[in-house]
């Protein structure tokens, strides 16, 4: 077997000599393929090739993680020679491939070299098979159940004792493998495992559906790209059946929506739980439980706010389902560093704040509702939020000016830390998004420029479009990560214009970008904004311009806006832009007449007071205005006897009598 990567050549010799295997050319060769668990079982080998060649390519009929026994025969004129086997197990035999694409290019005082990871014979990285295939599970009882595996795969189990109290450990028990039942024969290969290992549903031979989100009373998800003839059911669980039922009229259906509001409103608290599977032939992919992005009647509405070591998960207490039911409904809430499964936290009528968290790291929450600890309905979409450092711990700076200018990421770097390196995550629509992993950019890590070519990048992800963040690095420390945005708009990011009037914010924004056109209603702008100097709040979706109103005039507001694909974002946000709000032109003459008014009748009213007061209220002025004087003595006594008469006089007076008075002239003329 010639092995490399996921190419699979299988050669052989026959004859006594070189010399009667080439001339002998009326022999033929059957070669066939079994999984290992079946080898005596002489009805599940599958012919691979039958002919003249000495050798039969395999590839495109095994699996990366499965085990299988191939065997080959010679054939001639209904002679069958006995059957070669041969054991093979892909991802312990196959040799890694080398790197591909080595390029080297020379600097000053430094030589860059890049390069493409290994790939397997459909173009798919060699990362994405070589992931862990074990987990541990803990349990307190003898028995328990393994729930949500694949169907028709090969498990195997070792179980241990522990004592965590008194640090004592059992070795593990002998490996016990089964193989899980189901519809679909798809059967792979475990590891040792101490619990189930994730496998990649690409791997199972039928992907399943993505962005699987309830819009009340639709159900939507995304189809897979490389499936475009498959079929979709849905499937829900109500709290008071034990069991998961067909959605009547979503059953192997070509649409990429469902609606199961009927389905709904008979169940009890007219809340269910739903998943969706893929069909194709005769494959069934796994089920992809729904989930939903903004909360309604069913689902919690979840916020997530953090400081240093802590990350609080705002819930309602104040949820109609809450009130309804009281105590008996709670939320449970799971969680987990980002990158690793979710774990059930804890249960809880409102918010909790979850303590002791590394800063510097993400972390990521989903919520459900319960009813006496049995889930209601969907669970909300799964939120990340960073751990910021504390104020005095030693964090490094992070990198400022974070912009796409395509094909390349640019930013600058801390000022007083200039031998800081830097690694460039992108994080796509496809990502699993139960997780929300970051990836590295191959050729941007710890590298000590301040821009990243990420054409590649872009280039190999779904829409062409990814999200880029920058981390910076020095020594032991990491910075918090910094998200790109886009300045002037591209094929990723929607172009913004910012116009304002008293009271009102219009965000322009094209109804006919290439994004939008492409792919119609499924996606959308989502607009952030805030006034300036708090944070930025999502605020609406829409496919084209968005008016925002009742805003403060006098104060600025500012926007962000990115694409979304059934709510999740597709590329980098534009950059934020602020504008200012106007005061109102009418406000302002409301104002002045209103100035006038209040002025005239004030005057109005002084010069009727005057006149009042000039009228009626002259001895009170007079009164008022009148200098201080004082009574004298005597007036105030009796009047005594000693008082002396001041009116009278003793003396007699000499007068004349007159008995005419006359002018001086009429004195002349009369001659006296």
Known sequence: MDAVNTRYLLSWHWGADSVTMVTNTSVNFRAQRTYSDQAQNEDSYTDICVGVETHCDYSSHLKYSGQYALRVRAENRGQRSDWALQEFCPDEQAVLGAPSELRVEAGVSMVTVSFKEPTGNRGELMSSLLSPMHQEKEIGTTLTTLRSLHAHTRYCMEVQAFSKDFDKTSPYTPRLCTTTLGPTLVIQRGMVLRSVFPIPSSLLGLPPPTHVHVASPLLRWSAPSAHRTTTYTVQYHSVDTDRWQNVPSCVQSRNTSCD??????????????????????????????????????????????????????????????????????????????????????????????IRELKEGQRYCVRVVFTYCSTPLGPPSCVKCQHIPHSVWSEGLPPPTHVHVASPLLRWSAPSTHPTTTYTVQYHSVDTVTERGQWQNVSSCVQSRNTSCDVGATMRGAEFGCVRLHVLAHEQSLTSDPVEACSQQGDSCSPEVQLSSQPGTLTVHLSGDHQMVLDHGSQVQHLVYFAMEGE??????????????????????????????????????????????????????????????????????????????????????????????????????????????????????????????????????????
Request: aromatic share 8%; net charge negative; hydrophobic share 35%.
């Open 260 to 353: 199961v509001g009927a389905t709904m409103r008979e169940a009890e608290f007219g809340c269910v739980r739903l998943h969706v599977r893929t069909h194709e032939q005769s494959l069934t992919s796994d089920p992809v439980e729904a989930c939903s992005q903004q909360g309604d009647s069913c689902s919690p509405e979840v916020q997530l706010s953090s400081q240093p070591g802590t990350l609080t998960v705002h819930l309602s207490g104040d949820h109609q389902m809450v009130l309804d039911h009281g105590s008996q409904v709670q939320h449970l809430v799971y969680f987990a560093m980002e990158g690793e499964p979710l774990q059930a936290y804890g249960s809880s009528p409102s918010s909790v704040v």
């Open 535 to 672: 944070p930025l709040q999502a605020k609406v979706s829409s496919p084209s311009s968005v008016v925002i109103r009742e805003l403060k005039e006098g104060q600025r507001y500012c926007v962000r806006v990115v694409f979304t694909y059934f709510d999740t974002p597709l590329g980098p946000p534009s950059c934020v832009k602020c504008q200012h709000i106007p005061h109102s032109e009418e406000r302002a003459k409301r104002t002045l007449v209103l100035f006038g008014v209040v002025s005239s009748v004030l005057l109005v009213l002084g010069f009727l007071l005057c006149l009042y007061c000039f009228l009626f209220q002259k001895r009170t002025i007079k009164k008022f205005i009148q200098p201080p004087y004082e009574i004298p003595p005597c007036i105030s006594e009796p009047f005594a006897a000693q008082c002396q008469q001041v009116m009278g006089c003793s003396c007699e007076e000499r007068f004349d009598h007159i008995s005419l008075i006359l002018p001086l002239e009429e004195e002349h003329r009369y001659g006296l």
